[in-house]
T-cell receptor, first 112, second 117 residues
Framework: DAKTTQPNSMESNEEEPVHLPCNHS???????IHWYRQLPSQGPEYVIH???SNVNNRMASLAIAEDRKSSTLILHRATLRDAAVYYC?????????????FGTGTRLQVTL | GAVVSQHPSWVICKSGTSVKIECRSL??????MFWYRQFPKQSLMLMAT?????????EQGVEKDKFLINHASLTLSTLTVTSAHPEDSSFYIC?????????????FGSGTRLTVV
């Protein structure tokens, strides 16, 4: 599985934008970039995913570098409820349903 | 949206007994489901991939005779922890995908906290 690298932790003030970086220099052409987050004592929650183009949804935006070797998850206005561990994962969709391999993720702290 | 229901949310059992955890996809068919284990302050570790109608594929180091997985229908997969011991105490999480050639993302259950005493 192609690996991703994320900072261990980040801090943000409430109602400010947050940019969570992810490096994936060994990404292949059939790898989708997925972001999930996990709140304490809960299962991970899907946030967003993309292949080549930037993506927006109600939760966040995903900015993908032109060479696809890095991406950034953007939370436009962080709230206390966004405090979680954010995982950037590559998923190969060239075959049948493929597994997600979780790294250590980025622990986001949001303060007032 | 896609919903995965996991039951029970927590369970306490005595050492040596078996515990079954259910994972259901409520509004979609899941040909493939995944089982993860998470110890405190650690990331999720994939235990096995469960395919409907066939044997599960276990990750290296996971004992298939201890963690029995059954995926009898397109909406239900079960994980049975047999002869549980205190070291099996963990947070168990399932996930499912609708599959297909396009990428829908995965939906996760809310997890089951197992405590073996």
């Amino acid at each position: 599985d192609a690996k991703t690298t994320q900072p261990n932790s980040m801090e943000s003030n409430e109602e400010e934008p947050v940019h969570l970086p992810c490096n994936h220099s060994t990404i292949s052409g059939t790898d989708y970039i997925h972001w999930y987050r996990q709140l304490p004592s809960q299962g991970p929650e899907y946030v967003i995913h993309g292949l080549t183009s930037n993506v927006n949804n109600r939760m966040a935006s995903l900015a993908i570098a032109e060479d696809r070797k890095s991406s950034t998850l953007i939370l436009h206005r962080a709230t206390l409820r966004d405090a979680a561990v954010y995982y950037c994962i590559l998923r190969d969709v060239s075959g049948t349903a493929s597994k997600l391999t979780f790294g250590t993720g980025t622990r986001l702290q949001v303060t007032l | 949206g896609a919903v995965v229901s996991q039951h029970p949310s927590w369970v306490i059992c005595k050492s040596g007994t078996s515990v079954k955890i259910e994972c259901r996809s409520l509004d979609f068919q899941a040909t493939t489901m995944f089982w993860y284990r998470q110890f405190p302050k650690q990331s999720l570790m994939l235990m096995a991939t469960s395919n409907e109608g066939s044997k599960a594929t276990y990750e290296q180091g996971v004992e298939k005779d201890k963690f029995l997985i059954n995926h009898a229908s397109l909406t239900l997969s079960t994980l049975t922890v047999t002869s549980a011991h205190p070291e099996d105490s963990s947070f168990y999480i399932c996930s499912a995908s609708r599959g297909g050639w396009d990428d829908y993302g995965y939906t996760f259950g809310s997890g089951t906290r197992l405590t073996v005493v």
